[in-house]
């Protein structure tokens, strides 16, 4: 009997392309005014990037994440689709 094993990349992946094809989506909406809800974000992170100079390498570290409302309804999209997959 074959069993249907997903794997957790897969999920990862459709969780990531949710995102951002949601974010690009709500740019676009943004520009339409019965549709600017979609666009609203709220963005969290490192304002200013942490530098690591240890003299012969030097290290810089940031990130910063906008989620905004059509970036969360295409990461439920991507796990619903991945679930009837």
């Known amino acids: 009997m ?3 094993e997903k794997n957790i990349w897969i999920l990862l992946l459709f969780i990531f392309s ?3 094809i949601g974010g690009l989506l709500g740019e676009l909406a943004s520009k339409i005014d019965w549709l600017w809800w979609l666009s609203y974000s709220q963005s969290f ?3 200013s990037p942490v530098i690591v100079d240890i003299g012969v390498l030097k290290v810089t570290f940031a990130l910063m994440f906008k989620i905004s409302v059509s970036s969360i309804i295409g990461m439920v999209l991507a796990i619903f689709i991945y ?3």
């Open 2 to 4: 074959a069993t249907k």
């Open 18 to 20: 949710g995102l951002v």
């Open 45 to 47: 992170g490192l304002e």
């Open 83 to 85: 679930r009837k997959v």
